[in-house]
């Protein structure tokens, strides 16, 4: 038989090599009697919060505030609350004064909100809607405050009622630029105020920059236009809807909101107080 010269010459220093391996190895053992034992890093710690705030204010949403601290989790709770998918359960978590306020939609109670989704039919003309909560934090001024993003999206495979018309589906795939959602509980484990806030990147996702039920709206084929605080033109089209009636609320009447709402403002009027 015969076996290359190269093959001969690299067995023997293959061997080589595993001698001078096992001397290496035994050595590493022996030292290792007298090194510390290994240890497997450490998970870092997640930071600290900010310290409280330092600048003391008075302000009419001081009522959200309490003297004791809370005795339920705030964040678990409010990531139970974010998760819901039926209206019947999210009522649930309601306090009898509750109040929702948008950029430019409400203060409006929690049947309001019910009856005006119920009017355009939005749950219904997306079907597999999803909010996609994330990022849960609570507030380190408010220790009854929960934070967190949400970015929507889903498919408008049925029909939208706007008033008396009704639009036919796109069957359009729609994301939503994302926004913070603010949620106060009160000592009793209720929600007494949930602010939605603008989108905070109007180049996000596929709506043109329009969020929350506008972004939902304009996936269904409604040109929502410039949707923002302070617009003359979305303000005067607010008040014509509010007047004929039949499109859903936008904000609940006066008499309807709790008594701690102070502000007069509506929809996309500018902030008065």
């Given at each position: 038989m015969r076996?290359?010269?190269?093959?001969?010459?690299?067995?023997?220093a293959l061997a080589a090599s595993f001698?001078?391996?096992?001397?290496?190895?035994?050595?590493?053992?022996?030292?290792?009697?007298?090194?510390?034992?290994?240890?497997?890093?450490?998970?870092?710690?997640?930071?600290?919060?900010?310290?409280?705030?330092?600048?003391?204010?008075?302000?009419?949403?001081?009522?959200?505030?309490?003297?004791?601290?809370?005795?339920?989790?705030?964040?678990?709770?409010?990531?139970?609350?974010?998760?819901?998918?039926n209206f019947d359960t999210i009522m649930t978590y309601y306090a009898d004064d509750y109040v929702f306020r948008g950029p430019v939609v409400g203060p409006i109670t929690a049947e309001d909100v019910r009856k005006t989704s119920e009017g355009f039919q939005i749950q219904s003309a997306y079907p597999n809607l999803q909010t996609r909560p994330f990022g849960f934090t609570v507030d380190p001024d408010n220790?009854?405050?929960?934070?967190?993003?949400?970015?929507?999206?889903?498919?408008?495979?049925?029909?939208?009622?706007?008033?008396?018309?009704?639009l036919p589906p796109t069957n359009k795939n729609i994301k939503l630029p994302t926004h913070v959602m603010s949620v106060h509980w009160?000592?009793?484990?209720?929600?007494?105020?949930?602010?939605?806030?603008?989108p905070l990147d109007r180049?996000?996702?596929?709506?043109?920059?329009?969020?929350?039920?506008?972004?939902?709206?304009s996936g269904a084929g409604v040109d929502m236009g410039n949707a923002s605080v302070g617009d003359l033109k979305l303000r005067l089209q607010q008040r014509l809807i509010d007047a004929i009636g039949g499109f859903g609320s936008l904000w609940s009447k006066d008499d309807d909101i709790p008594s701690w709402w102070k502000s007069r403002a509506k929809g996309a009027d500018p902030t008065d107080i």
């Open positions: 076996v290359h010269i190269g093959i001969l010459f690299h067995g023997a001698q001078r391996d096992a001397i290496f190895v035994d050595a590493f053992n022996a030292f290792g009697q007298f090194a510390p034992p290994f240890q497997k890093s450490a998970v870092a710690p997640p930071p600290p919060p900010p310290p409280p705030s330092r600048v003391k204010t008075e302000s009419w949403l001081d009522v959200l505030t309490y003297d004791e601290p809370p005795k339920f989790d705030v964040l678990s709770k409010t990531m139970e609350y974010a998760n819901c998918k220790p009854y405050r929960c934070y967190y993003f949400e970015r929507w999206e889903g498919t408008n495979t049925e029909s939208v009622k706007i008033g008396p018309s009704e009160n000592p009793e484990g209720k929600i007494r105020y949930v602010c939605l806030s603008n180049f996000e996702g596929n709506t043109r920059g329009a969020g929350a039920i506008y972004g939902l709206l």
